[in-house]
């Protein structure tokens, strides 16, 4: 790293996203007064900025974003914009825009964290190992990928697969939203407690999520029964909470039968 350029490049992609003055700042220490003011003349402005500066490239981008879901009419369009979009900076580090994919009337929707290592080389959600597995999840309660809508809270991989920073999933929200309202399902399957965090806006655990509806309702008023479980990453690792899982993908049968 022999340039400013790569340096703060380095910064943004290991997830920092605020900085400080040039000189550390003690805001437990009084501020330092003149020994004489002229108040007549002279205002003493001891404030800090509101915001730094990469706390308001944040909120520009988000603004941006949902300018741009405004302006979407179909899954087409948003997927243009997404792919032009350049206010998050996984983008950047990403092989590939990773949109959703799917039925288009889908009646149920499937959400992940992020795109992996196999989704961000082949520019699909769930293509890897997780994947392979959702796909044998569903077929076990008779449905096929091409019954749903599959995507992702973040359309680009964060590097190593780290967890997601706050500012990168408020940046990329507008995007997932714009797509349940474009495909209007009628169930949300979330898979993780990342993905559910974000779209349900709680910090619950994946096992107070699981096992039960939680209404989301959109930012037009539109009301849709959702379940969390475990992703299908996790059942890899973790072969013993299965049984849980289906008894939610039995529970999400259930729920489409009745609607």
């Not at 995507?151 to 939203?177: H, I, M, Q």
């Not at 349940?180 to 709680?202: Q, V």
Request: charged letters at 25%.
């Amino acid at each position: 790293m022999d340039n400013i350029e790569q340096i703060l490049n380095w910064y943004i992609t290991a997830g920092v996203d605020e900085i400080c003055a040039d000189n550390p700042y003690d805001a437990l220490k009084a501020p330092d007064m003149p020994t004489h003011v002229d108040n007549s003349n002279k205002t003493i402005n001891t404030t800090r900025p509101a915001v730094s500066d990469l706390s308001q490239v944040n909120i520009i981008a988000c603004r941006n974003a949902r300018e741009i879901c405004d302006k979407a009419q179909t899954l087409d369009d948003l997927r243009a914009m997404v792919e032009n979009f350049e206010g998050c900076s996984l983008k950047f580090s990403a092989n590939s825009t990773v949109f959703g994919y799917g039925n288009p009337q889908a009646e149920i929707m499937i959400i992940g964290e992020a795109p992996g290592a196999d989704e961000d080389r082949m520019g699909e959600p769930f293509v890897g190992r997780s994947g392979h597995l959702l796909d044998k999840m569903l077929s076990a309660i008779g449905l096929k990928r091409e019954d749903c809508y599959i995507t992702n809270v973040l359309p680009w991989r964060p590097p190593g697969n780290r967890t997601p920073t706050s500012d990168e999933v408020a940046v990329c929200l507008p995007f997932l939203k714009r797509q349940i309202e474009l495909i209007s399902p009628k169930i949300i399957f979330i898979l993780g407690r990342s993905a559910a965090n974000a779209l349900l806006d709680n910090a619950d655990s994946i096992s107070s999520l699981r096992g039960h509806f939680i209404d989301y309702t959109s930012d037009k008023g539109t009301v849709i029964p959702t379940l969390s479980s475990f992703h299908p990453a996790f059942l890899l690792r973790t072969a013993s909470q299965k049984a849980k899982s289906w008894s939610d993908l039995l529970r999400l049968k259930r729920k489409l039968s009745e609607l």
